[in-house]
């Protein structure tokens, strides 16, 4: 997973999980470094991730089932040396664009449906032909995106889930094409939009072109 997309820039209601770093002119996140520089903590954040990817990547294995609480953890794992509010759900309300992810208060509810009705039944992701695994990473991916449940680092955490299904699948990382291909991040967010709304179909798609983009650069 090295391609990376930067933090969305959300719209957040009044609370401590809306502070921003005095002295950073509301860019950077109250955290607890005393960072105030965008490219810094931008820096820092990436370098958190790639040591939560690897150090996931040793502990997630074939029979592993996602859980709610396991997606806890690894959201602290990943923030919480940057964050306080790293592992937990947010506190806060989120839009973007005029997109207002679910509130706050269904969070708990909405990730135990979220466990119950689309981990349980789709991790640990099973072997299989890549159409097949690239649903199941499709509507996890969408469902989990759409419940949006932490203060940032959603969709950082959602594409390394979906890569660690990739991996227990058998298949390599997924390769989204982010720096390479123009118009790869613009068809990623219109794909996970329509997820939203339980249209899978493109999202499978581009997943699936990612799980074979893998393929195609491990045999070069």
């Known amino acids: 997973m090295t391609d990376e997309i930067r933090p969305s820039r959300y719209t957040v209601s009044m609370g401590v999980e809306g502070e921003f770093e005095p002295g950073s002119n509301g860019t950077v996140l109250r955290n607890k470094l005393g960072v105030t520089s965008r490219d810094e903590i931008d820096r820092i954040e990436y370098e958190a991730l790639m040591k939560a990817q690897k150090e996931y990547y040793r502990i997630i294995t074939p029979k592993t089932r996602f859980s709610a ?9 990943f923030l919480g040396h940057i964050y306080d509010w790293a592992g937990r759900y947010r506190s806060v309300e989120l839009e973007k664009e005029g997109f207002h992810w679910p509130p706050a208060h269904l969070i708990a509810q909405n990730m135990r449906s979220f466990e119950s009705g689309v981990l349980t039944p789709r ?7 890549t159409d097949q695994v690239a649903e199941d990473i499709a509507v996890v991916h969408a469902e989990f995106l759409l419940i949006h449940p932490f203060r940032d680092g959603n969709g950082r955490l959602a594409r390394l889930i979906a890569d660690l299904m990739s991996l227990q699948a058998g298949y390599p990382p997924l390769d989204f094409g982010f720096e390479r291909i123009s118009s790869a991040r613009g068809d990623y967010v219109k794909a996970v939009q329509a997820g939203y709304a339980k249209d899978y179909s493109e999202l499978k798609r581009l997943i699936q072109e990612a799980i074979n983009r893998s393929l195609d650069s491990a045999e070069s």
């Open 123 to 129: 991790t640990p992701c099973v072997p299989g032909p």
């Open 69 to 77: 609480a396991l997606l806890r953890r690894m959201h602290k794992d």
